[in-house]
């Protein structure tokens, strides 16, 4: 082992995708995968295989096309049975590297009242399964749930069979965000005393932020031996979520010569993962966060501003390059060539394929019109809504709408439906983005509700592209038409509480919220049509899966 180097496991894609409302289509998925990979984490938990058809399809892609020889470990979690173990191995087959991480709780009252087993029963089946797992791969993680409420004398005992049936990797997770740092460095550093073998496996941090200290519980983990830190982007996940990815990077980079260890992730990639995962899941990045909000390198004191205009050491201790945050001026405008444009998008590290290009293109073009100076941010964020592959299911095609003091706000909306006919309505709202909705939700006819609305300046000015990011929910279960595959599952019903993101910019605020409702929608109603896709094709192969 490298015992300065302080391995990232990134876990986005599985603890941080099943916090409520975080759910990403595979096509977002594959792209967060990529800029984990251009970002040079070491593992990449990639999914749950065992939860579905739709689960095993996302890992087994991300596992193809990232998973190289030169790229990143790719990981899959699986409980303590032969079906999941089964199920994660045949998903994570295409990658160079691959991880089986599967997990048992150790707590009496996980035992007791989750798993209804004894602590021999549940000893047994944690030896039973790590073999089994390592019999079919070389790299083995295994994770005693709730370790930080387990009786320590017994926690051993798991660590060490788990060791001895071929674990390479020990994880010891803070589930419930329960911990202390001081506790949680001490039990670190009692594992790796007590348990025979754990100086020669790697121990990692899983903690979670119930208590605002899964950062801080992390380090301290670090600090007392761990060389592994599951995390996310943003710190999303179950609960309050888990520790983030972007504060660990950085308070080890930042404070190398205090840790005297280091990570290999290229932290100039920082600001863009946030974004990328932010505009996908609907969940804005909130401006007091750490490292990436919009408020970590600004300064409004007059006591701060004048110690950073001599010196930006006197307030801050990085700097907002260091995580790319700079925006650098984009020389290009609207003279500028394809060539020219593409040659910028390559060097800013995006791949796009020719029709993405396309899209980018034109609305670079139309921008360059409507803007005086367009810099990275612009681009990225046009970028980020090319992206997520948002299903085209309706198109907008017209939008009017009238608004003022004294005045009803109304709105006339023109879609074009799946089969390329046109639908034309109006309504009045409560102000002009209401009237759209209202007369949008006339013509899909689709029950939801809006749960967030969020707009923003991407950049500084009267002319800043607005963003805009909503977020919708399912109205509750209903019986849906047996003949409309877009609301209705296997037994007839809709989905319960989904919630589905839809992200829009323009220079117009008003046109992007209508963008962002339509990409909301056009999220659930492909959902519901993958839904029945996956499921009866799943089915009829014989699928199991709970």
């Not at 990449?44 to 689960?55: H, L, W």
């Not at 899959?76 to 173990?85: E, H, P, S, V």
């Not at 995962?277 to 804005?284: C, E, H, K, M, W």
């Not at 990409?519 to 029945?532: V, Y």
């Amino acid at each position: 082992m490298d015992v300065d180097h302080v391995r990232i496991f990134d876990t986005t894609l599985r603890d941080g995708e099943q916090a409520p409302g975080c759910t990403m289509t595979l096509e977002e998925k594959l792209e967060v995968a990529r800029q984990l990979a251009r970002m040079r984490v070491d593992i990449i938990e990639a999914g749950f295989p065992a939860a579905s058809p739709g689960d095993w399809a996302a890992v087994h892609e991300i596992a193809r096309e990232v998973g190289t020889p030169d790229g990143p470990t790719i990981a899959a979690l699986a409980r303590a049975n032969k079906d999941d173990i089964d199920k994660a191995w045949t998903a994570i087959q295409p990658a160079t590297h691959k991880r089986i991480h599967t997990f048992m709780s150790t707590s009496d009252i996980h035992l007791d009242h989750q798993f209804r087993k004894s602590r021999g029963e549940a000893l047994e089946l944690i030896g039973e399964m790590v073999s089994y797992a390592r019999s079919l791969c070389d790299d083995v993680e295994f994770s005693p749930m709730d370790a930080t409420r387990s009786d320590h004398e017994y926690l051993f005992q798991a660590l060490k069979i788990a060791i001895e049936c071929g674990a390479t990797t020990l994880n010891i997770p803070d589930t419930v965000g329960y911990s202390t740092p001081q506790e949680y460095g001490d039990l670190i550093a009692a594992i790796r005393q007590n348990v025979p073998g754990g100086d020669q496996v790697i121990i990692s941090t899983h903690c979670h932020d119930d208590l605002g200290v899964a950062v801080a519980n992390s380090l301290a983990g670090v600090h007392a031996g761990a060389r592994q830190i599951e995390c996310t982007i943003n710190g999303i996940g179950e609960r309050a979520g888990n520790a983030s990815l972007e504060e660990v990077v950085m308070a080890l980079h930042t404070r190398e010569q205090f840790y005297g260890l280091k990570t290999q992730v290229v932290t100039r990639e920082l600001a863009r993962a946030s974004r990328t995962v932010s505009s996908f899941i609907g969940v804005p990045v909130p401006p007091n966060k750490a490292i990436v909000g919009a408020n970590a390198f600004a300064h409004e004191s007059g006591i701060h501003q004048d110690g950073v205009l001599k010196n930006r050491m006197t307030y801050e201790i990085m700097s907002a390059e260091t995580v790319g945050l700079d925006g650098n001026a984009l020389i290009l405008g609207k003279h500028s060539g394809r060539h020219a444009f593409r040659k910028h998008v390559d060097a800013m590290g995006y791949a796009l394929d020719d029709e993405a290009f396309q899209h980018v293109f034109a609305r670079f073009k139309d921008l360059c019109d409507r803007k005086k100076r367009v810099d990275d941010r612009d681009i990225e964020a046009l970028i980020s809504g090319e992206i997520q592959h948002t299903p085209q299911i309706y198109k907008l095609a017209h939008v009017q709408y009238s608004a003022g003091t004294g005045m009803i706000p109304t709105a006339t909306v023109r879609l074009v439906g799946p089969d390329e006919s046109e639908q034309i309505d109006s309504a009045l709202g409560t102000g002009p983005v209401d009237a759209i909705y209202q007369a949008i939700n006339k013509m899909i006819n689709r029950p939801n509700e809006l749960i967030e609305f969020s707009i923003k300046a991407i950049t500084e000015g009267l002319d800043a592209v607005a963003e805009v990011t909503v977020r919708i929910r399912e109205q509750s279960e209903e019986a849906g038409a047996v003949d409309d595959p877009t609301s209705i599952n296997l037994t007839g019903k809709r989905s319960v509480q989904q919630i589905f993101s839809g992200y829009g910019i323009n220079t117009d605020s008003v046109l992007a919220a209508a963008e962002a409702y339509m990409a909301a929608l056009n999220k659930m109603l492909a959902a519901g049509q993958a839904r029945i896709t996956a499921e009866a094709a799943a089915y009829a192969a014989g699928y199991t899966g709970e």
